[in-house]
């Protein structure tokens, strides 16, 4: 399988870290996003919305769609799951995979894409809205740091896919210096354990 990456954006290290996670071997292709590779005719066939990452299996079949993608990865893995196996573990884990995504991670995508105006020349950046998206990052975590305080990992005593999300976005977010200071002892002990494995070098 082939994955279309690129190092710096969160989505496609979500991927790279399940595949390090589940010890899955994969070939890349990174594409320069400021440069527009992703808005060429050959990568849009691949993935119409012309985004990374997209995931080309060995049949052909083009995956696209972060948590797409990485459910098919823990469900053709043999290693444990990073999406929980019975129904209300699985609820418990989509439940804050969703939170993080759209309360962090996107949060996050938008004030870097609104204040950088790194994609102006396919968007119209409109910088308060950044701002505003930086500030909604910020209220998300009084409500992580608490439920961190009673869990070893965000979804509960299992470590999930929620725990990559949330860190992919939070490292993301410090381009446009939107940090998680030390008034989060629960996020900063996480954080510590998130840098001990070795997925979070993917
Ligand atoms: N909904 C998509 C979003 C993917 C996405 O936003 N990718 C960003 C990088 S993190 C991208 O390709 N940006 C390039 C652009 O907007 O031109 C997913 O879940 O994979």
Redesign the pocket.
Same mark, same amino acid.
């Given at each position: 399988m082939k994955l279309y990456d /690129?190092p710096h954006?969160? /989505?496609?290290r979500r991927v790279r870290m399940v595949l390090a996670e589940k010890g899955i071997t994969y070939d890349r292709e990174e594409l320069d *996003?400021g440069a527009?590779d /992703? *808005?060429k005719e050959e990568f849009c066939a691949k993935n119409p919305? #012309?985004?990374?990452?997209v995931l080309e299996l060995d049949d052909g079949l083009c995956l696209?769609?972060?948590? #797409?993608?990485c459910r098919y990865l823990d469900e053709v893995s043999d290693e444990g799951s990073l999406f929980g196996t019975t129904p209300k573990e699985r609820a418990i884990i989509d439940m804050w995979e969703h939170r993080m995504e759209s309360m962090v991670l996107y949060p996050a *995508?938008f004030a870097f894409?609104h204040i950088t105006g790194f994609?102006k020349d396919?968007?119209t950046p409109v910088e308060d809205f950044g701002k505003e998206s930086a500030k909604n990052f910020m209220k998300s975590l009084p409500v992580l740091d608490a439920q961190l305080a009673n869990n070893e990992w965000i979804a509960g005593s299992q470590f999930s896919i929620a725990d990559i999300t949330a860190i992919c976005a939070i490292d993301f977010a410090r381009i446009v210096k939107v940090r998680v200071g030390d008034e989060y002892p629960n996020i900063q002990r996480w954080y510590a354990a998130m840098k001990e494995r070795p997925s979070y070098a993917a």
């Open positions: /690129n954006a969160p /989505n496609p *996003l527009g /992703n *808005l919305f #012309a985004k990374v990452p696209s769609e972060t948590p #797409a993608i *995508l894409q994609f396919r968007m």
